[in-house]
C-alpha cells in the first residue's frame, strides 16, 4: 500500500520535484511549497498520512523500490515510476482506493476521533466487565475528558453504549476486506484483550511496519467519510465526531464575522456594527482564512500581491512578520501578510 | 488499629491480606516511626507508603530515581481511582511543573526526582505543607557501595531537615548489611526501626548453562522453549539484541507469542507491550532492564539472562520477577569466556575518561575567564559527549569541590584546580575499580562449584532457606524434573467477527457471562 502511494505521488508530480517533496507531504510540513504541491499536483489526500515517518525510513523505502524495479531515481533526487511501476499501480488501484485518503480534509481531527474511539471501547467495555483498573491506552488529554463526559452521560446506559458501538462498527468493517477489517480489531484495546502493537500487526500480516500505518491511516479516513456523510447509519459512531467536524473556528465570535463577510459586509462595517476594534476583526478573518480551505481572501489580498509575498517569504526563508514588512518596503499590513500566511497554512512567528 | 489496616487495605486495594513485611511497616509509619524496609522484588514495596499517603492528613513525599518508573505507578495509582497522585520530574514542561506547585496541598501523594528536591522554589511550597511522611524510595542509591550510587540522593538529609524532620521511610530490595547501615547513617536517622527481610526465593532454581559462544544460546533457549511454553522473561543488555532476538526465536519456536521489549521504544508501544505479557497474550519478553520495574506479573516460570548485568544486586533483582506466585521456577543464566566484556562496556561508559575530565576542566575555566559564569548543561553534554549518569557524576563533583555554587560558576585558583582534576580522576578510577570489583563478584558466582542460592543470598542475609523445590544445578537441578504449571492459552479467533463480539461481549458464548 505504501508503495502504491510513492508511486502515485511520482506520477502525478510528472517528473517536476524530488523525492524531498513526498517526503514533507506525508510527514506534512508546514511549508508553502509543501502545501502548494498538494494543492497543485491534486497530493491532498496524502498530506501529512505518516507525521511520525523518519527520513531515514523514507529512504530505505524508496531503495527498495528502486531495487524492486519499480520506480528509478535520478542524480537530481528526481524520482518518477518505472514500466513496472506504472503497471503495478494500475493493477492495484483499480478500485481506487488512493482516492478515499483524506490527509488535508480531516488532518485537523482524524487523529482525535481515533483517540476518542480507542479510549472509548477500552473503557466501556472495561466498565461493562466491571474491571476498575485499567491502564488507559492514551494521555491525549482532550481524549480523556471527552471520554470521561461521554461516559457519565451513557453510565446508565452502558449495555446500549456497548451494543451500539459493536452494531456500527460491525456494519462499518462488513465493507472492507478481511484483512483490513482484522487490523483494525487487532489494533483494539479492551477488557482483558490488549491491542497490538504497529509492528506485531506487521509479523503477523506479513507486512511492512509503513503499510501498516497507512492501512490504519486509511480505515480511519473510510470511518471518517462514513459517518460523516451518513450519520443516520452510524449513529454511535458520531458520537466521537462531537464537536471536532463543527469546531471550524475557535471563536464563537470568529463564526459571527463569518457570516456577516458571508453577508456581504466590509470589515469596516462588522467592526462598527458589533462595536468591535478593527484589530478584533481582523484577527477574526486571520482565523478564518487558517480554519477554513474554501475562505478567499481576494477582498483584502490581490492574487498578484499575495505571489509577492510569497515570494518575499520564500526568499527570506522566514515567518517573521516584521522582516517580511520591511522587505517589500511596508507595501503590506501586518494584517494582509498574516492573512497570506494562513491562507497558505503557515506558522505566524509575530512580529518580533 | 489492625482491623482499621486491612479495613484500608480492601477499600483501596482490593485485597484482603497483607503481604509480608506490609502491615508491620505501615503501623509504625502510621505511628509517626521513621523506618528502613529491606523487602524483596515483587513484595509490594510500594504499597507501604500508598496506604499510608490515603490514610494520613497531609502531604507524603517519595523520592525515586527512576521516572518511568514514577510515571507508571502514578497512572496505575489513577487506574485505582487514587486521583490525588502526581509525579513531578524534568520531563513536565514550565507551566505543567508551576500548576503542581501550585496545587500542592491538593495532593496527598507526589512523586519527585531528585534533582527536583534541589529546586529552591519546589523546596519552599514544600515547606509550607504539612508533610506526613518522607520517602526515600531505591534508598541503596545513597550508598557509595551501593550498586546504584546517585550523588543527588546524598543531599536527602539537607531536605529532610529543611522541611521540617517529617517521618521517613527507606525502602530498598537489595542492599548489603553495609549498604544498610549507610543508608541510615546519610539519612542522619539514627532511630530508624529496621525492617530486614531476606531476600532469598525459595521457590526459584538457579542453572548456570555454559556454552561455547554466543551463538549457541539461542539455540538452546528454542530448545527449552519448545518443552516449556511458560511465561518467560529473557535479558539482554542492548536495545538491538533484544529485537534480533525476538524475531530469530520467532522462526524457531512459531507456536510462541514472542516480543520485545526496551527503553527506546514509543510510550503507547511499552504500554500495550506490557499489558500483553500481564494479560497472558505473551509467552515469552526479550527485554533490557527497563523492563520489569514496576510490574507485577504472578506467573513468569522462567528468567533466562542471554548478557550478564553489572552485578550481583542487579542479577537478584531480575531473577526476583520470577515465580512471585510461589511456584516453581526458574533462572537459567547463559555464560561463556566472554562473558565480561559487555558489562565491562557498560561499566566503561558509567564514568567519564580523565581526558574527558580535562578537557571539561579547561572549558569551566575559559568560560569563567570570559566572566560567563552560568553552564549550558546540554552543550556542555553534546561538546564533550558526556552521557547523562556520567554528567550526572561530574556536576555533583563540581559541587562538592566548591566550583559550581547555586548552579554558578565560582572562580578558583589554578593550583586549587590542579587539585580538584587530580581528585577526580582518583575518584573515578575507585569508582570503576568497585563497579569492576562487583562484576568479578557475579563472575565468581558463576564458576563457583559451591551452592548457587547459598553463594548468591549469603552476603545479603545469614541464613539462606532450604530450595522449596528443586535447588540448583550444583545441587542436582535438572530440567526433567521441572514441572511447571503452565497457564492456560486464551483459544482467540483470527476472524475478526469473533474478535468483535467478544471484545463487545456480543453473541452467543457470552451471554452466560454478561447477564
Known sequence: ?352 | MNKTLEYYLEKYTGHNEFRTGQKEIITDVLEGKSCLGILPTGSGKSLCYQLPARVLNGLVVVVSPLISLMIDQVKQLKAEGFREAVALNSFLDYTEKQQVYHNLDQYKLVYVSPEMLQNPYFLQRLRKQSISLFVVDEAHCISQWGHEFRPDYLKLDTVIQDIGNPPVLALSATATPDVQKDIIKQLNCEQMVKHIHPMDRDNIAFVVKTVESDKYKLDYIAALLHSYQVPTMIYFSSRKWTEQAAEILRTHVPNLRIAFYHGGMEQTDRILIQQQFMNDQLDVICCTSAFGMGINKKNVRLVVHYHLPTQVESFIQEVGRAGRDGEASVNLLLSNENDQLLPKQLIETELPTHGQITMLMDYLRHLVESKELTIDESLVSTQFQFNETQWRFLKYQLEVHGMIKEDRLVQISSSDRKAIVNDIHLLVDKRKKLKLAKLTDLINWIHDKGCRRERLFLPFQEQVRPAKFQCCDHCGFSFEEWNPTITNKRITSDNWEDMLQSLFFQGEHHEKQTS
Not at chain 1, 462488513?174 to 482483558?192: H, M, P, W
Open chain 1, 1 to 352: 500500500m505504501f508503495s502504491l502511494i510513492i508511486l502515485d505521488c511520482l506520477m502525478k508530480l510528472r517528473k517536476e520535484r524530488t523525492i524531498s517533496a513526498i517526503y514533507h507531504l506525508l510527514t506534512g510540513k508546514r511549508s508553502s511549497q509543501t502545501l502548494q504541491d498538494a494543492h497543485m499536483y491534486q497530493l491532498t489526500g496524502y498530506f501529512g498520512l505518516i507525521k511520525s515517518l523518519q527520513r531515514k525510513e523514507f529512504n530505505k523505502c524508496m531503495e527498495r523500490m528502486v531495487k524492486n524495479g519499480l520506480i528509478s531515481i535520478d542524480n537530481d533526487g528526481v524520482g518518477f515510476p518505472t514500466k513496472k511501476g506504472e503497471d503495478y499501480l494500475i493493477t492495484n488501484n483499480q478500485s481506487n482506493i488512493l482516492e478515499e485518503f483524506k490527509g488535508m480534509e480531516y488532518e485537523k481531527f482524524a487523529e482525535l476521533f481515533s483517540l476518542r474511539l480507542l479510549l472509548l471501547i477500552q473503557t466501556i467495555t472495561n466498565k461493562k466487565a466491571e474491571s476498575t483498573g485499567f491502564i488507559a491506552l492514551t494521555d491525549d488529554k482532550q481524549a480523556q475528558l471527552w471520554v470521561k463526559q461521554l461516559y457519565r452521560k451513557y453510565r446508565h446506559e452502558l449495555d446500549q453504549l456497548v451494543t451500539g458501538i459493536y452494531h456500527d462498527l460491525h456494519a462499518f468493517l462488513s465493507k472492507l476486506t478481511d484483512q483490513q477489517a482484522s487490523l483494525f480489531v487487532e489494533r483494539l484495546t479492551g477488557y482483558e484483550k490488549i491491542g497490538l502493537s504497529k509492528l506485531q500487526l506487521a509479523n503477523k500480516y506479513k507486512m511492512n511496519i509503513l503499510d501498516i500505518e497507512v492501512w490504519l491511516v486509511y480505515i480511519y479516513h473510510k470511518i471518517l467519510t462514513e459517518s460523516i456523510h451518513e450519520k443516520d447509519k452510524y449513529p454511535y459512531l458520531t458520537l466521537a465526531l462531537e464537536g471536532i467536524m463543527d469546531q471550524t473556528f475557535v471563536t464563537n465570535s470568529a463564526t459571527v464575522t463569518y457570516n456577516m463577510l458571508q453577508n456581504g459586509f466590509t470589515i469596516d462595517a462588522i467592526a462598527r456594527s458589533r462595536r468591535l476594534k478593527l484589530n478584533t476583526i481582523e484577527d477574526h478573518i486571520v482565523e478564518i482564512a487558517y480554519m477554513d480551505p474554501y475562505f478567499t481572501i481576494g477582498n483584502f489580498v490581490g492574487e498578484a500581491e499575495q505571489k509577492e509575498m510569497l515570494k518575499a517569504i520564500e526568499l527570506l526563508q522566514t515567518n517573521r512578520l516584521k522582516l517580511i514588512k520591511t522587505k517589500l518596503n511596508d507595501k503590506f499590513s501586518y494584517f494582509q501578510i498574516r492573512l497570506v500566511l494562513a491562507k497558505h497554512r503557515l506558522e505566524d512567528k509575530g512580529s518580533m
